[in-house]
């Protein structure tokens, strides 16, 4: 937990609403060792999704909350969401932030 607290800035996110439950989120992912998890309805290599867990920082944290906050569609499984969202996290942050620059111009 320290590191993780450690690796996404935790003090300093703004959004104590989402903070703990992405800590929760990722610990529960990482810390219980298995072969796959599923993360939107397809089997990923744990190592594959702890890898890319371990790597999140504070920017990459900050960016799916604003996901979750500008989200407009009704979300039932909140867990899963948002676990999808931090696995993607590394191949959609450029895209979203070039498309906000794009139809703020």
Not at 14 to 40: G, N, P
Not at 49 to 75: G, P, W
Not at 88 to 105: D, F
Request: hydrophobic letters at 40%.
């Amino acid at each position: 937990m320290q590191y993780i607290r450690q690796q996404i800035n935790y003090d300093c996110l703004v959004a104590d609403f989402a903070k703990d439950e992405i800590v929760d989120v990722m610990l529960e992912t990482i810390c219980i060792k298995r072969d796959t998890v599923w993360i939107a309805g397809a089997e990923q290599p744990y190592e594959l999704v702890k890898s890319k867990f371990m790597k999140l920082n504070a920017m990459h944290i900050r960016y799916v909350i604003d996901c979750m906050q500008e989200n407009q569609t009704k979300v039932r499984n909140i867990k899963n969401y948002m676990l999808t969202a931090l696995f993607n996290v590394s191949s959609t942050i450029n895209m979203y932030y070039q498309a906000k620059v794009n139809n703020e111009s």
